[in-house]
């Protein structure tokens, strides 16, 4: 099995940064991508960022997030500057990769972590 295990997530202030971590463990054997969604009431689903080497961004994110990856400790971050309410949503950390005992790669989900941004 895979787990991934979010953090960082909490209440901040319009125009204030957070720092989402997700560190993935278990019985991984190959690591394809690793990134984030995340989702507001009443909206589906959206990609946040995502990298398998190569980094991609939403549009609405762009200039604003940055993600890292380290692959020593398969954990991926997220920094999150110039928040504005509308990011408020719970984030989701991705993983598409191979468990042992699997012979094709399977997409694994967090928990969530709660992001709200108020006054």
């Known amino acids: 099995q895979v787990q991934l295990v979010e953090s960082g997530g909490g209440l901040v202030q319009p125009g204030g940064s957070l720092t989402l971590s997700c560190a993935a463990s278990g019985s991984i054997i190959r690591i394809n991508a690793m990134g984030w969604y995340r989702q507001a009431p009443g909206k589906q689903r959206e990609l946040v960022a995502t990298s398998d080497g190569n980094i991609r961004y939403a549009d609405f994110v762009k200039r604003r997030f940055t993600l890292s990856r380290d692959n020593a400790k398969n954990t991926v971050y997220l920094r999150m500057n110039s928040l504005r309410p509308e990011d408020t949503a719970v984030y989701y950390c991705?993983?598409?990769?191979?468990?042992?005992?699997?012979?094709?790669?399977?997409?694994?989900w967090g928990q969530g972590t709660q992001v709200t941004v108020s006054s």
């Open positions: 991705n993983l598409l990769g191979t468990a042992y005992g699997l012979r094709a790669p399977n997409n694994y």
